[in-house]
């Protein structure tokens, strides 16, 4: 995998779009905080549905975007409610137990949110493919994947306002790898047909 140039659309994609993922990146935040994290998982749904159809079509992202996939509040807020369990409990076991959970989820479910938005999938299903996209070949890829994807949020989230910048970045590398991974796996079934 060439994450240069994975790096390279995500930084392009983000300067291409910067106002309006910063407003989307802003008003989410907003939203996130007055619903005290309730509606996080399904905004942040739409916000990687908004920001898939950026780089795929050239579509501006809006803030009403956020919104677009309410359908998906309940399997996302139970999936969250859980994740929080067995990590608290992970924690509460001792700090270790927490942190592996919490790393292997990262790990499993870093696709789920595209497959959701993009596929239709219902979480099981998406949970499932994300996966299967995962652990493909080669896996050392993904692991390097995660690191940057949490190394710019963690210095996003570090420094005061610049999440604004770095969300939509880690989002942009996200779905890249989304749609690379996408066409790879479009290619091993038509070699298979």
Not at 28 to 53: E, K
Not at 75 to 96: D, E, K, R, T, W
Not at 183 to 192: G, H, P, S
């Amino acid at each position: 995998m060439d994450f240069k140039e994975h790096l390279k659309v995500a930084w392009e994609s983000t300067l291409q779009y910067i106002i309006p993922v910063i407003l989307l990146t802003l008003v989410q935040l907003v939203v996130i905080t007055i619903s005290f994290g309730i509606l996080a998982p399904v905004t942040t749904a739409g916000y990687v549905q908004s920001l898939l159809r950026a780089l795929r079509e050239g579509r501006e992202p809006k803030i009403g975007d956020l919104f677009s996939e309410m359908r998906l509040f309940f399997p996302l807020l139970a999936f969250g409610l859980l994740a929080a369990l067995a990590i608290f409990l992970g924690v509460l076991l001792f700090v270790l137990p927490g942190l592996l959970v919490l790393a292997f989820l990262i790990f499993a479910t870093l696709y789920m949110m595209p497959l959701m938005t993009d596929k239709n999938m219902g979480l099981f299903e998406a949970i499932k493919e994300s996966w299967n996209m995962a652990v493909r070949k080669p896996l050392g890829d993904q692991i390097v994947f995660i690191v940057l994807y949490l190394l710019i949020l963690s210095v996003g989230g570090s420094i005061p306002l610049a999440l604004l910048f770095a969300q939509p970045l880690a989002t942009f590398l996200l779905v890249s790898i989304y749609e690379e991974r996408l066409q790879r796996e479009q290619l091993c079934i038509a070699k298979e047909a």
